[in-house]
């Protein structure tokens, strides 16, 4: 089993900055490719990004294309925690925000293939 923690969420200003956290504890934290997900009200839950495990090819990310030049995902695996930078916030960023663990090392942008879930973090975009 594998327990996360979502933190840092909160309300920001268009155009401005959050960054999400997500501690997570239990099993080996470096073997589990990670997920960021959100939902916003009225709609279903939609992938954000993903990070693979380190290889010796190095560590693999994909991002959804509404968040691709703005949003970055990384891990430290010395600190069992997943993170979120959101530069250039939008209105349309407004949701609750996910992080999301599955039982293998390589990505997946389909929620489904994701074994552990976090309660999630609101993030609200407004001026």
């Known amino acids: 089993q594998v327990q996360l923690l979502e933190s840092g969420g909160g309300l920001v200003q268009p155009g401005g900055s959050l960054r999400l956290s997500c501690a997570a504890s239990?099993?080996?934290?470096?073997?589990?490719?990670m997920g960021w997900f959100r939902q916003a009200p009225g709609k279903e839950r939609e992938f954000v990004a993903t990070i693979g495990v380190i290889s010796w090819s190095g560590i693999s990310s994909y991002y959804a294309d509404s968040v691709k030049g703005r949003f970055t995902i990384s891990r430290d695996n010395a600190k069992n925690t997943l993170y979120l930078q959101m530069n250039s916030l939008k209105p349309e960023d407004t949701a609750v925000y996910y992080c999301?663990?599955?039982?293998?090392?390589?990505?997946?942008?389909?929620?489904?293939?994701?074994?552990?879930w976090g309660q999630g973090t609101q993030v609200t975009v407004s001026s």
């Open positions: 239990g099993r080996t934290f470096s073997n589990y490719a």
């Open positions: 999301a663990a599955r039982d293998y090392g390589t990505t997946s942008m389909s929620s489904q293939e994701y074994h552990y």
